[in-house]
């Protein structure tokens, strides 16, 4: 008992649980002052001063008198400031009453003094201006300014302390109310079942009904039971209250904050938005060189970035490659959404790609706080408890805070000394932050992890702030390497495609290091001074609200259903939702609640999907309109309205949205071309307007879309040649071109967008012979040129492209042989060359690509034999080699072949006896000889083949 008195009496615990006020009463306010600060200076409570500090014995602490004021809604700052002043002045003149006392940091009187926050009734603090005294992520001292919607209107709002209190406190008490609530049910529940077992005895006879005492015993019981039906319905009256009291704030406050929440979200975007792509990147690199290390083993859960942000994916296998030397790759399998016949996502592992060791990201490794000692277990016997506590027990959180304290000091020590020896106090400030205080500690555990202590990590914790990211990097291997600490886990805030939902905004490299003495791990956050000044002017206060009412939490600000949904209509127009999405809804429900709650001023959406919704007639007109698009335009990043059925023009009000980095618009029909503002759009990263009816040309404009990373304009009326815009999209990984009507050769500058990694041309007018400079796609994975009037030979320099998986070169006019570099794309998966003027012999390089699974070479001029080679690719399981000048018999060794599910010959010179060996392929599914010179009967062993569905012979 001593041992946790010892720990809830510290000094740490004192303050942190010391009331934002005490109210002595005494005959005189300076009386009450002075018993509270002996060195109360006299003189100047007789002057009336608005207020009168004096620094205790520490000399960190000023007292500052406050007092009673009635004030009503009427009331604005302005006035509140008047009457607290004249209520200051005759409270200090007066003999009596009662004076309130109010300990805060350090203020400075001679600044005109505001009202925190008040309310009818209330208890008015004074304080000088928003003051922060931290730089950690929640637990701060802090004192916010006067907060109304037209000061927010102005740009002056921020989020008063007495909104946070207040929601704090309507949260806190929805359990003890539910607890009282549960218990009272379960008494009625107990009791209603005793009773009515007592009357089913005196029913059967073992009770005598008229025994004076039965009689006395169930009409207590029957009346002990009704007033505790009486008490379950207060309580439940009472617990709804509290739920419908936390609601309606949580409302009120969502919509209040959502402005706030928007000004700080821009201001962190502008800090991103300021550094330079290079140090960004190059930071990266250096957090992901020791966080995102160790090998990689098939069935193993990983992330990678795609189409701008992270996606879960599995291992498949580690892909083998020429070089020894070389860093590995892993073909994964991305996780995908499929859209059913209901018009549901479900989710599952399909599209695979090929991609280096550096770009795939482990998830984080499960890091938590040692396991109770024997220090808890003693604790625990000395509280009277005989079995071990665990992480959930107040012994465990008693020892935790304890072992906190003593590391704190060395944690602090060590991480300045690293930063020192560094060289990085010039370009760096170490934020120390107080103990995360037990009641957040609780509260977090309870909310976040089921009530296990062990899982908060950062009960000791600072703030490096930095200059610049070259600093953080610096700053990140200096906490790599601190004494006394290891490395634990990181969480890379500030990677491009970390998803800002969850913290607002907020951006950060966090760091857990474990200390080497204790076990116990602590938090390091490295940031940049632009986000610690966005965060210190208002934008934790926002944080902590939104983190209050749930807003933050996915579940809470999401909505995922039919338009028709009145409440959650409520809840957009309310600000309440980041996220919406109405996929397969009808038209009638969008334009009678979605429109009018897009265009409330308090709606702040990121994200909004109108896939496959039916019978709109013009989206520009009924649901992305003018006004709706610039409400939305601030927060806007997702923009979904895919098969909408829509025609008219693509919907002019999108040029506001700049904040918008997914647009896809495809299977609608607009009128016009792609429209000249769409380079306005500059923080795009992945834009899809597919199968529009778009006709004329790419504009020029494009090319200020220096972020894109996927452009899909593929099944429009896109004319003329390539446009040189597109040379400038230095960051695009896919390009999407296929179908339109473009003309004239492939251009050279091809070869300088590096990142590609898809490029489809497929089904245009383009002619000319295949660059060599695609050989510089060192990333490519997959290529589509079919279907155009391409000529010339296949260019060597595509044997440098080692990542292709796909090589499709169907109907062109390409001419000379199959080149014998083929065999280099290891990673070849599927090959197209059918209908084209190949000639000669099949190279033996080709017996390489052992992770094909479909060739197709049909409608060639090629010759010699079927190679027996083909066993060797033993991933084949579809192989057209019909209609070329093929001769010889048909190769024995096919029959190893034990995924081969399409074996097409027909056409060609072959010879001789179809192989008896045939039956052995169990899954083949499609066999075609015909017009061929084979002869001799169909052998019986193809009775076995039980999945073949086509069998054409003509022998």
Same mark, same amino acid.
């Given at each position: 008992?001593?041992?946790?008195?010892?720990?809830?009496?510290?000094?740490?615990?004192?303050?942190?649980?010391?009331?934002?006020?005490?109210?002595?009463?005494?005959?005189?306010?300076?009386?009450?002052?002075?018993?509270?600060?002996?060195?109360?200076?006299?003189?100047?409570?007789?002057?009336?001063?608005?207020?009168?500090?004096?620094?205790?014995?520490?000399?960190?602490?000023?007292?500052?008198?406050?007092?009673?004021?009635?004030?009503?809604?009427?009331?604005?700052?302005?006035?509140?400031?008047?009457?607290?002043?004249?209520?200051?002045?005759?409270?200090?003149?007066?003999?009596?009453?009662?004076?309130?006392?109010?300990?805060?940091?350090?203020?400075?009187?001679?600044?005109?003094?505001?009202?925190?926050?008040?309310?009818?009734?209330?208890?008015?603090?004074?304080?000088?201006?928003?003051?922060?005294?931290?730089?950690?992520?929640?637990?701060?001292?802090?004192?916010?300014?006067?907060?109304?919607?037209?000061?927010?209107?102005?740009?002056?709002?921020?989020?008063?302390?007495?909104?946070?209190?207040?929601?704090?406190?309507?949260?806190?008490?929805?359990?003890?109310?539910?607890?009282?609530?549960?218990?009272?049910?379960?008494?009625?529940?107990?009791?209603?079942?005793?009773?009515?077992?007592?009357?089913?005895?005196?029913?059967?006879?073992?009770?005598?009904?008229?025994?004076?005492?039965?009689?006395?015993?169930?009409?207590?019981?029957?009346?002990?039971?009704?007033?505790?039906?009486?008490?379950?319905?207060?309580?439940?009256?009472?617990?709804?209250?509290?739920?419908?009291?936390?609601?309606?704030?949580?409302?009120?406050?969502?919509?209040?904050?959502?402005?706030?929440?928007?000004?700080?979200?821009?201001?962190?975007?502008?800090?991103?938005?300021?550094?330079?792509?290079?140090?960004?990147?190059?930071?990266?690199?250096?957090?992901?060189?020791?966080?995102?290390?160790?090998?990689?083993?098939?069935?193993?859960?990983?992330?990678?970035?795609?189409?701008?942000?992270?996606?879960?994916?599995?291992?498949?296998?580690?892909?083998?490659?020429?070089?020894?030397?070389?860093?590995?790759?892993?073909?994964?399998?991305?996780?995908?959404?499929?859209?059913?016949?209901?018009?549901?996502?479900?989710?599952?592992?399909?599209?695979?790609?090929?991609?280096?060791?550096?770009?795939?990201?482990?998830?984080?490794?499960?890091?938590?706080?040692?396991?109770?000692?024997?220090?808890?277990?003693?604790?625990?016997?000395?509280?009277?408890?005989?079995?071990?506590?665990?992480?959930?027990?107040?012994?465990?959180?008693?020892?935790?805070?304890?072992?906190?304290?003593?590391?704190?000091?060395?944690?602090?020590?060590?991480?300045?000394?690293?930063?020192?020896?560094?060289?990085?106090?010039?370009?760096?400030?170490?934020?120390?932050?107080?103990?995360?205080?037990?009641?957040?500690?609780?509260?977090?555990?309870?909310?976040?992890?089921?009530?296990?202590?062990?899982?908060?990590?950062?009960?000791?914790?600072?703030?490096?702030?930095?200059?610049?990211?070259?600093?953080?990097?610096?700053?990140?291997?200096?906490?790599?390497?601190?004494?006394?600490?290891?490395?634990?886990?990181?969480?890379?805030?500030?990677?491009?495609?970390?998803?800002?939902?969850?913290?607002?905004?907020?951006?950060?490299?966090?760091?857990?290091?474990?200390?080497?003495?204790?076990?116990?791990?602590?938090?390091?956050?490295?940031?940049?001074?632009?986000?610690?000044?966005?965060?210190?002017?208002?934008?934790?206060?926002?944080?902590?609200?939104?983190?209050?009412?749930?807003?933050?939490?996915?579940?809470?600000?999401?909505?995922?259903?039919?338009?028709?949904?009145?409440?959650?209509?409520?809840?957009?127009?309310?600000?309440?939702?980041?996220?919406?999405?109405?996929?397969?809804?009808?038209?009638?429900?969008?334009?009678?609640?979605?429109?009018?709650?897009?265009?409330?001023?308090?709606?702040?959406?990121?994200?909004?999907?109108?896939?496959?919704?039916?019978?709109?007639?013009?989206?520009?007109?009924?649901?992305?309109?003018?006004?709706?698009?610039?409400?939305?335009?601030?927060?806007?990043?997702?923009?979904?309205?895919?098969?909408?059925?829509?025609?008219?023009?693509?919907?002019?009000?999108?040029?506001?949205?700049?904040?918008?980095?997914?647009? &896809? /618009?495809?299977? *609608?029909?607009?009128? %016009?071309?792609? +429209?000249? $503002?769409?380079? !306005? =759009?500059?923080? @795009? #990263?992945?834009?899809?307007?597919?199968?529009?009816?778009?006709?004329?040309?790419?504009?020029?404009?494009?090319?200020?879309?220096?972020?894109?990373?996927?452009?899909?304009?593929?099944?429009?009326?896109?004319?003329?040649?390539?446009?040189?815009?597109?040379?400038?999209?230095?960051?695009?990984?896919?390009? &999407? /071109?296929?179908? *339109?009507?473009?003309? %004239?050769?492939? +251009?050279? $500058?091809?070869? !300088? =967008?590096?990142? @590609? #990694?898809?490029?489809?041309?497929?089904?245009?007018?383009?002619?000319?012979?295949?660059?060599?400079?695609?050989?510089?796609?060192?990333?490519?994975?997959?290529?589509?040129?079919?279907?155009?009037?391409?000529?010339?030979?296949?260019?060597?320099?595509?044997?440098?492209?080692?990542?292709?998986?796909?090589?499709?070169?169907?109907? *062109?006019?390409?001419? %000379?042989?199959? +080149?014998? $570099?083929?065999?280099? =794309?290891?990673? @070849?998966?599927?090959?197209?060359?059918?209908?084209?003027?190949?000639?000669?012999?099949?190279?033996?390089?080709?017996?390489?690509?052992?992770?094909?699974?479909?060739?197709?070479?049909?409608?060639?001029?090629?010759?010699?034999?079927?190679?027996?080679?083909?066993?060797?690719?033993?991933?084949?399981?579809?192989?057209?080699?019909?209609? *070329?000048?093929?001769? %010889?018999?048909? +190769?024995?060794?096919?029959?190893? =072949?034990?995924? @081969?599910?399409?074996?097409?010959?027909?056409?060609?010179?072959?010879?001789?006896?179809?192989?008896?060996?045939?039956?052995?392929?169990?899954?083949?599914?499609?066999?075609?000889?015909?017009?061929?010179?084979?002869?001799?009967?169909?052998?019986?062993?193809?009775?076995?083949?039980?999945?073949?569905?086509?069998?054409?012979?003509?022998?």
């Amino acid at each position: 008992d001593n041992f946790l008195s010892g720990i809830l009496d510290s000094p740490e615990h004192r303050a942190s649980s010391m009331p934002s006020h005490n109210t002595i009463s005494s005959k005189t306010g300076s009386t009450a002052a002075a018993a509270d600060c002996k060195r109360f200076p006299s003189s100047s409570v007789k002057s009336g001063a608005d207020s009168s500090p004096c620094t205790s014995s520490e000399g960190d602490i000023q007292v500052l008198l406050t007092i009673s004021v009635a004030v009503s809604s009427t009331d604005t700052p302005t006035t509140l400031v008047q009457k607290a002043r004249q209520a200051t002045a005759a409270a200090l003149s007066t003999p009596t009453g009662p004076t309130t006392v109010w300990r805060t940091k350090t203020l400075d009187p001679t600044v005109p003094l505001v009202v925190a926050g008040v309310g009818s009734g209330d208890i008015v603090a004074l304080s000088d201006k928003t003051q922060s005294r931290c730089g950690s992520s929640d637990g701060c001292d802090t004192e916010f300014a006067s907060y109304s919607e037209d000061q927010t209107d102005a740009g002056q709002g921020q989020v008063d302390e007495l909104t946070l209190q207040h929601l704090v406190a309507l949260k806190e008490a929805i359990g003890p109310k539910f607890i009282a609530l549960e218990d009272t049910r379960t008494q009625v529940e107990v009791r209603s079942r005793l009773l009515a077992n007592i009357r089913s005895r005196i029913d059967s006879g073992q009770f005598v009904a008229e025994q004076s005492d039965t009689i006395n015993f169930t009409s207590r019981m029957a009346s002990d039971l009704e007033t505790l039906k009486a008490a379950l319905e207060r309580r439940r009256v009472e617990f709804d209250r509290a739920v419908n009291a936390y609601r309606r704030m949580a409302r009120r406050e969502i919509r209040r904050t959502s402005i706030l929440m928007q000004r700080k979200s821009s201001d962190y975007n502008e800090v991103v938005a300021n550094q330079e792509r290079s140090a960004v990147d190059s930071l990266t690199v250096v957090v992901e060189g020791v966080a995102n290390v160790g090998p990689l083993a098939p069935g193993d859960q990983v992330q990678v970035v795609h189409g701008g942000a992270f996606t879960p994916a599995i291992v498949v296998e580690q892909e083998h490659g020429g070089d020894p030397d070389a860093p590995p790759n892993f073909r994964i399998r991305l996780q995908t959404q499929q859209l059913t016949i209901t018009f549901e996502y479900s989710e599952d592992f399909l599209e695979e790609v090929v991609l280096p060791r550096s770009l795939i990201y482990r998830p984080p490794p499960r890091v938590r706080q040692p396991q109770p000692s024997e220090i808890a277990v003693a604790l625990a016997k000395l509280r009277g408890r005989e079995e071990a506590p665990c992480t959930e027990d107040v012994e465990y959180l008693a020892e935790l805070m304890a072992t906190a304290a003593k590391v704190a000091p060395r944690f602090e020590a060590s991480i300045q000394r690293a930063m020192s020896a560094a060289q990085l106090m010039e370009r760096v400030i170490v934020h120390k932050s107080s103990l995360k205080k037990i009641a957040r500690t609780t509260q977090k555990a309870s909310d976040k992890y089921k009530g296990d202590y062990s899982c908060i990590l950062d009960i000791v914790r600072l703030t490096v702030v930095c200059q610049s990211l070259d600093a953080v990097a610096a700053a990140f291997q200096a906490v790599v390497h601190a004494i006394g600490f290891k490395l634990a886990r990181v969480k890379n805030r500030l990677h491009p495609s970390f998803d800002v939902t969850s913290s607002a905004g907020y951006r950060d490299v966090l760091l857990n290091v474990v200390d080497e003495t204790t076990g116990h791990v602590c938090e390091v956050q490295l940031t940049l001074q632009g986000f610690m000044t966005a965060k210190e002017n208002g934008g934790h206060a926002v944080y902590k609200v939104l983190r209050l009412v749930g807003r933050l939490e996915e579940w809470s600000s999401t909505h995922q259903g039919d338009a028709g949904d009145v409440e959650a209509a409520e809840r957009l127009r309310d600000g309440a939702l980041t996220s919406f999405d109405i996929t397969g809804s009808t038209h009638s429900g969008i334009l009678s609640h979605v429109v009018p709650a897009l265009a409330s001023s308090r709606c702040f959406l990121s994200s909004l999907k109108l896939n496959f919704v039916s019978g709109l007639k013009s989206l520009a007109e009924q649901v992305l309109t003018e006004s709706v698009l610039k409400q939305l335009a601030p927060t806007l990043q997702v923009l979904e309205a895919h098969n909408c059925g829509s025609r008219g023009l693509v919907p002019p009000g999108l040029r506001q949205c700049r904040q918008l980095r997914h647009l &896809h /618009l495809g299977l *609608n029909r607009f009128d %016009g071309g792609l +429209p000249q $503002w769409i380079g !306005e =759009l500059d923080r @795009l #990263r992945h834009l899809d307007i597919e199968q529009c009816d778009l006709a004329g040309v790419i504009p020029p404009s494009i090319a200020n879309l220096q972020l894109i990373q996927v452009l899909d304009l593929c099944g429009n009326r896109i004319s003329g040649p390539l446009s040189e815009a597109v040379r400038s999209l230095h960051q695009v990984k896919a390009l &999407h /071109l296929n179908l *339109n009507m473009l003309t %004239g050769p492939i +251009p050279e $500058w091809i070869g !300088e =967008l590096a990142e @590609l #990694r898809e490029l489809s041309l497929r089904g245009n007018r383009l002619t000319g012979a295949i660059p060599q400079s695609l050989g510089n796609l060192v990333h490519l994975t997959e290529l589509y040129l079919y279907d155009n009037a391409l000529c010339g030979e296949l260019p060597k320099e595509l044997a440098a492209c080692a990542h292709l998986t796909m090589l499709s070169c169907s109907s *062109n006019s390409i001419t %000379g042989p199959i +080149p014998s $570099w083929i065999g280099q =794309l290891s990673s @070849l998966s599927e090959l197209y060359l059918h209908d084209n003027q190949f000639s000669g012999e099949l190279p033996d390089s080709m017996r390489q690509l052992r992770a094909l699974s479909h060739l197709s070479i049909s409608k060639n001029n090629l010759t010699g034999m079927l190679p027996e080679w083909f066993s060797e690719m033993t991933a084949l399981a579809f192989v057209d080699v019909s209609e *070329n000048y093929f001769t %010889g018999p048909l +190769p024995i060794t096919l029959s190893q =072949l034990q995924k @081969l599910s399409t074996f097409d010959a027909h056409s060609n010179g072959l010879e001789g006896l179809v192989p008896d060996s045939y039956g052995d392929i169990l899954s083949l599914q499609s066999l075609d000889l015909h017009n061929t010179s084979l002869r001799g009967p169909i052998p019986d062993s193809l009775n076995n083949l039980v999945r073949l569905h086509k069998l054409h012979f003509l022998i």
